[in-house]
């Protein structure tokens, strides 16, 4: 059955430096998403996109968070100049379309040291 | 404030019981819901979904209900198993009209932990 995959599992990083997180989506969808989870509460919704271009964007999506597809698979979250906050489990999900069951990756630990 | 909401934050159920899982939203404008497990170290695995011209709808050993009336969701499980233990998440899609209606966004309820004794 095909995935979502995310690449690392877990990343550590220095607090002001940049990370890039990556998700290869499911290859027949059309709408990626990112989401957070900070531990012990709710899964946040960051970004939606489709048609490489941002769909919607939460309150959380600030300057500081971009995504791209660089290339046919791969759909990529850069955080620049990192904080503490931002210590979170992050998740890629993809779906066929909007308002269509939207399947998650196992998620990017980050840690921000 | 919070959007989605969980009645009951554990559950635990015997073997070959059934489940009810229950979910509050106060939205009314939500247009398609979703429920979700997650196990430990994975990311939410899609169980089953409805949309809001529905009020029930039936998977393999799951079903859920949607009542409109009073906002709430539930998600039953039949013969509970003890491959079933995880958090079980609702989430709902609210349209947002500034983006010409709903982009696909889920808001996410805190969870529920379910435990299954053998």
């Known amino acids: 059955e095909p995935e979502v995959t995310q690449t690392p599992s877990h990343q550590v990083t220095q607090m002001g430096q940049e990370v890039i997180l990556r998700c290869v989506p499911i290859?027949?969808?059309?709408?990626f998403y990112w989401y957070r989870q900070i531990l012990g509460q709710k899964v946040e919704f960051l970004v939606s996109?489709?048609?490489?271009?941002?769909?919607?964007k939460s309150e959380i999506f600030d300057d500081q968070f971009s995504v791209e597809r660089p290339d046919g698979s791969n759909f990529t979250l850069k955080i620049r100049s990192t904080k503490l906050e931002d210590s979170a489990m992050y998740f890629c999900?993809?779906?066929?379309?909007?308002?269509?069951?939207?399947?998650f990756g196992d998620g990017t630990r980050l840690s921000i040291l | 404030g919070e959007s989605v909401g969980l009645h009951l934050p554990t559950l635990s159920v015997q073997e070959g019981d059934n489940s009810i899982i229950n979910c509050a939203y106060s939205?009314?404008?939500?247009?398609?819901f979703i429920w979700y497990k997650q196990e430990s170290g994975k990311g939410p695995q899609f169980i089953i979904d409805?949309?809001?011209?529905?009020d029930k709808r039936q998977g393999q050993r799951v079903t859920v209900l949607l009542n409109k009336t009073v906002k709430h969701l539930s998600l039953q499980i039949a013969a509970t198993q003890p491959g079933d233990s995880a958090v079980y998440f609702c989430?709902?899609?609210?349209?947002?009209?500034?983006?010409?209606?709903?982009?696909?966004?889920?808001?996410f309820g805190k969870g529920t932990k379910l435990s299954v004794k053998p």
């Open positions: 999900a993809s779906s066929v379309f909007k308002n269509q069951p939207q399947h």
């Open positions: 989430a709902e899609n609210i349209p947002t009209p500034n983006y010409g209606g709903s982009q696909g966004n889920l808001i």
């Open positions: 939205n009314s404008a939500s247009d398609y």
């Open positions: 290859s027949n969808h059309l709408y």
């Open positions: 996109f489709y048609n490489n271009e941002i769909s919607e």
């Open positions: 409805i949309r809001s011209n529905m």
